[in-house]
């Protein structure tokens, strides 16, 4: 007998956060139905459900299986593989489920389901914020060569740039989406405090923030990189730690950053 060909004629959202409402979205805008969204509180999966026009739950028994359809589970890390096993009795073989996770393996959902894999979207998502999705590089990994298939198509169709990342390099990929994100975040954390502490506005370094992030479009950060620690200026950066000493975290913060920069460019 034929296997039935897998395909993603509709989608299921398993998680109604930041990632799920902009999935939700430019799937919509790509006339690709959602067919149900699921969040823990109904009252999420049910604002979600409006925008997209379709049904809501907030039982994961609750969720229907559906011939062709793609599951995307877009939970918290740490509970992927609770509400995996949760859903594992929806698995058939024309059904596709995976997470959209840059720091999970996608052996967690082999476990359960025949056609499984990773979509994830390599951008940071706040609910509240658009995000130009064409430029959001999606990093796909299929189970199978037909589960790679189907997400590599459907990547196709949401974003202008996919690539078929295995476990091993999503995870480093994440590492380094770390350091370019969340501490570059942290440091103009500290550096809003340290102007604001001084009745300064943030504003004032809005401008270099983003001077910054644009020179490196079509530069290396290697090439790019100044400031005292780059020119070794000794007495500038013994100005600054005794500044710091009233902040003596960031002051540590301070000190081996200079020092990582001073040795790279020594
Ligand atoms: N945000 C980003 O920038 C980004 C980027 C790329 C990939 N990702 C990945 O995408 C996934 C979702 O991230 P997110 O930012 O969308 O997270 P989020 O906004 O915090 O949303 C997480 C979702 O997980 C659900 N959840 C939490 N605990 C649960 C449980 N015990 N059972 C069932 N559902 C539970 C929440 O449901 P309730 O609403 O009911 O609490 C919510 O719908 C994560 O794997 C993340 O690593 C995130």
Redesign the pocket.
């Known amino acids: 007998m034929q296997q039935p060909e897998l395909k993603a004629d509709e989608v299921v959202l398993v ?6 409402w902009h999935v939700g979205q430019r799937l919509k805008e790509k006339g690709i139905r959602v067919n149900l969204v699921y ?3 109904k009252a ?1 999966a049910e604002a979600l459900g409006r925008l997209l026009g379709c049904a809501a739950t907030n039982l994961l028994t609750a969720i229907p299986g559906l011939n062709n359809c793609l599951y995307i589970l ?4 740490d ?2 593989t ?2 995996a096993e949760s859903i594992r009795f929806l698995d058939a073989p024309n059904r596709l489920f995976v ?6 393996p996608s052996s967690v959902l082999t476990a359960y389901f025949s056609h499984s894999g990773v979509f ?7 609910i509240d914020r658009q995000v130009n999705f064409s430029r959001v590089p999606l990093c796909i990994y299929g189970s199978d060569q037909e589960a790679t298939s189907v997400l590599f198509d459907l990547g196709k169709q949401l974003s202008d740039q996919v690539a078929i990342i295995d476990d091993h390099q999503r995870s480093v990929l994440h590492v380094a989406a770390v350091f370019v994100n969340n501490f570059s975040n942290y440091l103009f954390g500290i550096g809003k405090d340290l102007v604001e502490n001084k009745q300064l506005s943030f504003d004032l370094l809005r401008p270099l923030l983003m001077e910054t992030a644009e020179k490196i479009m079509d530069r290396s950060p290697d090439e790019m990189q100044t400031g005292p620690a780059r020119r070794h200026d000794q007495s500038t950066i013994a100005t600054h730690l005794e500044y710091l000493e009233r902040y003596p975290e960031w002051r540590k913060i301070y000190q081996l950053l200079s020092k990582n920069i001073e040795e790279k460019y020594a």
């Open positions: 998680g109604a956060g930041n990632v799920g969040s823990r509180q999420k877009t939970v918290k890390d509970v992927i609770e509400v997470h959209t996770s840059g720091a999970t994830y979207p390599l951008q940071t998502f706040s």
